[in-house]
């Protein structure tokens, strides 16, 4: 019995390591640096040369897109279409199946979020390090990596946004 009780404890750490990079701040979840593809928008790209801090918020209120978040967590990197009215998210569901979600589910709190969420994390001031990929031009950022802590293993996230889509 000890063999078992071992095992059924070792799956439940893990399990719970896991879980905990999957919090319900978009900024301390876990992950890899991620790319994505330009849109136009007519939001103000950031500064010549932009900063942790600096980075403009994105001006539509009504748009949607994909989002992919890289995190030590379940569906990790699986395809999020979002819907954002009025600036908050009123719709969040998997655009595809994978990683134990199906096209079409609503997805966790924590992934429910805005782009001008996404750019707060670029604004992180207070973590270790932040990478941002902006293309000039662009109205918002196409990555977003963020290592809250040097020292500390899985709580990195990372975000990539595509098919921007603004509402006329």
Known sequence: ???????????TAVACLALAGCGDDPAGGTG???????????SPSPTAEPTVGSYPHFEPKD?????????????????IRITVEGGDVTDAVYAESGRGVKAGEPVDVFRRVSINEVIDAA?????????????????????VYVDQATNTMDEEVGYEVSDVSVAD
């Open 63 to 79: 748009y949607s897109y994909t989002l992919r978040v890289s995190c030590f967590c379940l569906a990790a990197g699986v395809p």
């Open 1 to 11: 019995m000890p063999r078992i009780t071992s095992a059924v404890g070792l799956v």
């Open 123 to 143: 604004n992180d001031t207070g973590a270790a390090s932040v990478d941002v990929t902006w293309p000039d031009g662009q109205g918002y950022p196409s990555s």
């Open 32 to 42: 890899t640096e991620v790319g994505g593809s330009p849109s136009a928008t007519t």
